[in-house]
């Protein structure tokens, strides 16, 4: 559907509901917001190889390791590490200052390597397994102790239940995937329906104003009830189950970081590289350069006072396996960037890679505890009290003293 | 104003109205129900314990010989590897739509319900392959046969079924004085004992302390899963009497397992197991806040039987207050892609022979981003019952959608002014029936019913 189509739509819509004093078109009312500053999370879901996305290649060990992994020469940042060639389009921004990395990071989980514990330890901010860190996430439990902290302030994009925001304080989501495909009368129609029921209506004028926000996502007249546009819909729903396209997540996050929501997260999947790495690491990391592109690109002047934090369960083994990939393994990287973090260079505390100092003789050994680098990105940001983030949002964690990640 | 008992029982004690499905006339026939050979179960079986190991053992060994043959692997073997993951990714499909086709197409829509209730109230998410391919095993095994029997053979079957075993860490957990323990040194896991009590029992107000979890724990040490399924091995288990509940189980002779059926025994009749198994129960057909009475006269009834179910199940179906009007629920997603095929009147072959794309285009896919994602309940404690959890923008966004498609897909001979009449009947408001009647095209119109408050509470 052309601009002007959509445009003619949406007046008569609006014209249509003004004169039915429609509930369900009105804006949302948005919230408060305690600080202008703009939060992303993107979790790595798979064990994203750091090593192979900011790779050490000034030793010369690392080729021996890795001797189809690392056969194509990344660019260099600075005479030691260099970039995957497969995140080139970042090189601006990390010469802008506005990427940077921290490297031999990892959350506390040890010795087991599974996908799920790890995740579930990565976004609950645990420092343990067990059924209690189900519960809450840590970006929820941080919400907790910001005052007046509201519903839409914080986004979940996409259509998953992600524990890194599930707890008690409310938050709002929203798939880019959803859609509210009715025509004019049918909406109308449907409105009509939820008036006497306040959760359904609540909930449906929300929808439509979101999916109306969504220019080529969004309503849509479906006049034309033809094979092919049952077709499409089809295919729609079908599509909504794979993983949705990074630069669709992030234009929609960028939407609403833009007006009033100030913290946004999602996740992108990938990274679990078994198998010929140099193929498949390629499309994770396209999606991730995509990702922060859009973001950039779509948050406009809003930029610089933004911070996107990307972090990984854990890092994969130092050595490439029998199949050209990469093993669960332990120490792993986090990517920052964003106009507010002090970008352009690489943070933590280097172990190396000689055999002695892998960890358990086979992974990057974890130097620092990645949640003590997103814990003082939260205080920078919000003035959160260094007790209330070492015990409520990361228990157990020790955030010593500031890395410094923040301008 | 208060529905017709037919209406009342088709919704909120089954999957809603279905042509040709017979009415319930009163409480005895919605019970009546579960007498008898489970016939949904049997028009769509699916495999046994032995036939999915088979399924895993033959995927590990394809995989470990083409990791072996490294890159000399031939094409024989590569498409060896190919069969073996495409009969593994099958059979977690297949049992998929088994308990779609059921609910869809059977007449014992309480039965049904039953079925999702208990798997519910002893979630397991299975994570890998192994406990995904067994995971329909303990529905058809565990679940099935024993929800309208003792609540004690529910219990033995269900939390000690190796998919709830490996879920929930049990063969991690050694008696740190039994022989295995010594040896390795390795210790207890909590994660079962809580559970059953947490969870699968007491509930979480229920009478018991961290000390009886620990106790409860030690116990329970001895159970393992090995490949020919649950076992109780001496060997990993804490030697010594164990004191839950103020009894002690046990002695200090050689563990054995019928220590630990006493105390399932002993728990499966305790009051505080049959006040939150009544109020469980309760919330989940009748109200998200249910009257206290109705959960008094289930509990009762429950104990009175000696945990039996079906008196558990008859205290609600004979209570008032299980009949009053309709509305205090939102179906959750499975239920609502359930009844909507069932209103819409798919066929017995088009459901059977829906395949795994189908299985997964038409139904699995769209709940999930209704939030409901099989297999992949957010924890032990199962699905939110809350209607707020379910009726968000994102879902409701695609239940509608889900709605536009089927609509077109299925209704195609279906009128919705007759539509609004047979999927609801009496339950339909009046402003829905105008609004069916108003609709620019057929499938808005059916789209309208099925995204209805109406259609969507219960």
């Not at chain 1, 960890?359 to 949640?371: E, N, Q």
């Not at chain 2, 509930?203 to 409860?216: A, F, I, M, S, T």
Request: hydrophobic residues 40%; contains cysteine; proline residues 5%.
């Amino acid at each position: 559907m052309d601009r002007s189509r959509r445009k003619f739509l949406s007046k008569t819509l609006a014209f249509a509901c003004s004169a039915a004093a429609s509930p369900l078109l009105t804006p949302m009312t948005l919230a408060s917001v305690p600080s202008d500053k703009r939060l992303v999370v993107i979790i790595l879901r798979g064990g994203m190889d750091g090593l192979d996305l900011l790779r050490p290649s000034g030793d010369p060990l690392l080729v021996g390791y890795r001797p189809t992994i690392s056969a194509r020469m990344g660019e260099d940042l600075n005479g030691y590490f260099s970039l995957h060639p497969s995140l080139s389009g970042l090189l601006p921004m990390w010469q802008a200052g506005e990427l940077g990395f921290v490297h031999a990071v990892s959350t506390p989980y040890r010795n087991k390597r599974s996908h799920f514990d790890g995740q579930d330890i990565l976004e609950s901010g645990s420092d343990h397994t067990g059924a209690d860190t189900r519960d809450s996430g840590w970006l929820n439990r941080m919400l907790g102790l910001i005052p007046d902290a509201q519903k839409e302030l914080v986004f979940s994009v996409g259509r998953e239940n992600m524990l890194l925001l599930r707890g008690d304080q409310p938050v709002s989501s929203w798939s880019p995937a959803g859609r509210m495909d009715m025509s004019p009368q049918g909406q109308l129609l449907l409105e009509a329906i939820y008036a006497k029921d306040p959760l359904f209506s609540e909930a449906g004028q929300a929808a439509i104003s979101l999916a109306g926000q969504l220019g080529g996502q969004g309503m849509m007249a479906t006049e034309d009830t033809g094979q092919d546009s049952m077709q499409m819909m089809v295919q729609n729903i079908a599509k909504a189950g794979r993983r949705q396209k990074a630069e669709a997540l992030a234009r929609f996050a960028a939407g609403r970081l833009r007006s009033d929501t100030r913290i946004a997260a999602f996740s992108l999947g990938g990274w679990d590289t078994h198998l010929k790495q140099h193929n498949t690491l390629r499309k994770a990391l396209g999606q991730l350069q995509s990702a922060l592109l859009t973001l950039k690109a779509e948050l406009g002047p809003v930029w610089q006072k933004t911070a996107v934090v990307c972090m990984t369960e854990f890092g994969r083994t130092v050595r490439e396996n029998g199949s050209g990939g990469t093993d669960h393994g332990t120490g792993g990287a986090m990517v920052l960037a964003g106009g507010a973090v002090r970008g352009g260079r690489v943070y933590g505390d280097w172990p190396g890679i000689a055999e002695p100092d892998l960890f358990a003789g086979r992974d990057l050994l974890p130097t620092d505890d990645v949640r003590r680098y997103a814990a003082w990105i939260l205080r920078g940001f919000y003035g959160l009290e260094r007790a209330g983030l070492e015990r409520t949002v990361f228990p157990g964690l020790d955030m010593a003293r500031d890395p410094g990640l923040l301008l | 104003m208060v529905q017709s008992f037919e209406t009342l029982a088709a919704i909120r004690f089954g999957y809603g109205f279905k042509k040709g499905a017979p009415d319930m006339r009163d409480a005895g026939q919605v019970l009546a129900q579960l007498r008898g050979a489970d016939v949904a179960m049997a028009a769509f079986p699916t495999p046994d314990y032995t036939e999915r190991r088979g399924v895993y053992t033959h995927y590990r060994e394809q995989v470990r010989r083409a990791k072996k043959a490294g890159k000399k692997a031939d094409r024989a073997l590569r498409l060896d590897v190919q069969r073996a993951k495409r009969a593994r990714k099958h059979l977690v499909v297949r049992d998929i739509h088994a308990r779609f086709a059921r609910a869809i197409l059977s007449d014992t829509g309480f039965r049904e319900r039953l079925a999702i209730f208990w798997s519910d109230h002893f979630t397991v998410a299975p994570k890998g392959q192994w406990p995904q391919i067994l995971y329909g095993d303990m529905m058809d095994a565990a679940i099935r046969p024993h929800l309208a029997g003792n609540f004690l053979d529910l219990l033995l079957a269900a939390a000690l079924h190796p998919s709830m075993l490996i879920y929930l860490d049990q063969p991690k957990s050694y008696g740190p004085n039994s022989p295995r323990g010594l040896r390795s040194d390795k210790g207890l896991n909590e994660n079962l004992a809580r559970e059953l009590l947490e969870l699968h029992t007491m509930g979480v107000d229920g009478g018991y302390g961290q000390n009886d979890v620990r106790q409860l724990a030690e116990l329970l040490t001895g159970i393992v899963t090995t490949d020919q399924g649950m076992e109780f091995h001496e060997k990993q288990a804490e030697p010594g009497p164990e004191t839950v509940l103020g009894k002690p189980y046990g002695s200090d002779a050689e563990p054995r397992f019928s220590d630990i059926r006493e105390f399932f025994y002993d728990i499966s009749r305790h009051p505080d197991t049959a006040r939150n198994l009544a109020r469980k129960l309760a919330v989940h057909f009748v109200a998200d806040d249910p009257p206290e009475d109705l959960v008094r006269a289930m509990q009762q009834a429950y104990l009175d039987s000696g945990a039996e179910l079906t008196a558990l199940y008859e205290a609600m179906l004979e209570h008032p207050a299980s009949w009053g009007a309709l509305g205090g629920k939102v179906k959750q997603p499975f239920g609502f892609v359930v009844s909507g095929l069932r209103a819409l009147d798919v066929s017995r072959d088009t459901v059977a022979n829906m395949g795994i794309s189908g299985t997964r285009r038409m139904m699995s896919i769209p709940m999930a981003a209704m939030g409901q994602s099989m297999l992949r309940a957010p924890g032990p404690n199962g699905w939110p019952e809350e209607a707020e959890a379910w009726i968000t923008p994102q879902g409701i966004a695609a239940r509608l959608q889900w709605a536009l498609v089927v609509s077109a897909v299925y209704g195609a001979e279906l009128d919705p002014r007759e539509f609004v009449q047979t999927s609801l009947r009496d339950a339909a408001g009046k402003t829905l029936i105008l609004a069916a009647g108003a609709a620019e095209n057929r499938n808005e119109g059916l789209a309208l019913v099925l995204s209805s408050p109406e259609f969507n509470r219960r």
